[in-house]
Structure formats: C-alpha cells, structure tokens
C-alpha cells in the first residue's frame, strides 16, 4: 500500500509540474526568430529561383521569334518584316505606323500571341487582353520585345533584305530585345491633355539605337530602358543566340557617336557613322560583345 501510494504522490507531482512548466515568452519569441530568419533566407532564394525561370521563358520566347523572322525570311526573299520589300519604289519608309512588324508573323510564323510577352513584363497584359491579340494595330505599343530599328530604317530600308546584306558577326549583331520602359508615366501635352494612359508606350516595337529623347518633342520615349531580369535586358542575335545584355552600366553613359570598344568589336555605327549621320549617335553593348550592326552597309 505504501509503495502504491507513493507512485500516486510522484504521478500527481509530475502532472502538477508539466502543468505550471507550460511555455514561456521568452522560449515563443526564440522560435518565433529562427522562422522569420529561416523564411529571410528562404525568400529571396526562391525569388531568384523564380526570376530565372522568368529570365528562361523569356529566351525561350525570343528563339520562338527568331524561328519565326527565319522562316518569314525564307518565304519573303530574305526580307525581315517590312513594307519596303514589299513596294516597287525605291523610297519608302521602312514601317507603316498602323502595322508592328510582328504583324506579319502572327499566325503563320507565330501562332501564339504569348510569345511576344516576356513574363516579367509587368505590361504583358496589354497584348493579351487588346481586342484581336496581335493582329490588333496598337499591339505595335503592348509587345514585350523589339526589332532592331536601325535594320528597317539604314539606307532606306534596304539593310532589311538580310540574305543580300549580311552582317560580318551575326552571332553578335542585335536582332530582337526585350523592350521597355517598363515604368508608369502619363505623358501629357504642354496644354494638359493625356496623350497616352495604360502605361509607356513602346515605339511601334522597334528597338532604336539611342534612348529615343526629343527635347522638341511632346514626349520622351525610351525604348528599350528596362532591367527585367536583374541587371539587363535578353537580346536575340542574328545568328539565334539569346543573351543577356547589361543596361544599367550602359546608361550611365552619354550616348555618342564613337565608343572606342564599339569600334574595335566591327559596330558599323562607330566605324561607318560618317556616311550615315542622323544614325551614328547610339549607346555602347560592347562590353557583352553586342552591336547594332556590324559590316558594310547596303550604300558603302
């Protein structure tokens, strides 16, 4: 009887303590600290995890393009998408205004309108929410990504026909880039009225070789100002590789009309500028062994 009582006293001591003991402040907070630290260290892992998966559909998205810009080429002569190969003129402009030169891919070259938004556009619904996708005239304003403006625009338009006037780097001469800005900004006129809303506007797709700026003009355009996947920006190149372009060190530096690293990588701009002035003024992608164009020009 004794021994019996005795485990009841200990059994009933022991219960008693476990129910005072409970669990304190101090011992919450530590756990409550090793989450919030584990979580600080999971987070941005998983943001950059996601971040590339972005940065991957959006080079998968540019070699859709650029299959589809090669197959536009073999069925058009080697012409890039643009009005001058289709004219009997000699001069005309190298894109209508109402037509985006992705216009004539979608649907034959480029059946789903997705392939023209990059996932970390934050304007890429835009395109898929604009009434006819891609066929719709403005969508030249909604597209994630732009071609190469100084192909459709040198000598007139005749560098377009690519297969007569190749590139001597096509491995490293710009086609297709992601386009920006990708930043809000109403753009108003001197007298107050909203000239644009939705968000920038993005030139008709086209990537021009400077940042755009007027300062006669209504509106500042900077066409291809955007750090979508950490530092830079994806470019297509002519041969179909897709690479990543740095654009943050690239503006901190005037645009001008030689680059001395540009030059020496064979940039057309740089070395050929003199015959071609309203064209020579560009910023420098050198420094990822990117240009503009490189090689002869169609008048040289």
Partial sequence: MRKGARIARFSRHVIAGNRQRGTTLIELLIVIGIIALLIS???PSLKRTMSLAASTVCMHNLREIGHGLTMYRYDNDGWVPTSFGDAEEESVTASAQSEAWFHRLYPTYIAEPQAMTCPEDPYRFRLLEAPGGLAN??????????????????DGGRLADLDRHRPTRPLDTILVADL??????EIRSASGHTLSKGGPLRKGSLLAWGDGYNPLALQMTEPWVTRR????????TLGGGVRSAGTEQVMRNPVRALYTDCEAGGCTLC??????????????????????????????
């Avoid at 996947?229 to 297509?236: A, S």
């Fill in 41 to 43: 260290m999971l987070v």
């Fill in 137 to 154: 005239p403005q969508a030249g304003d909604f597209a994630s990504y732009g071609l190469n403006s100084f192909i459709l625009n040198a």
């Fill in 180 to 185: 920006g800005p990708d930043s809000i900004r």
């Fill in 229 to 236: 996947h950490g530092h830079g920006i994806n470019m297509l």
């Fill in 271 to 300: 070395n050929n500028g003199q015959s071609y002035r309203p064209l020579i003024l560009h910023y420098s992608f050198a420094r990822d062994q990117l240009y503009w164009w490189t090689g002869p020009l169609p008048g040289d």
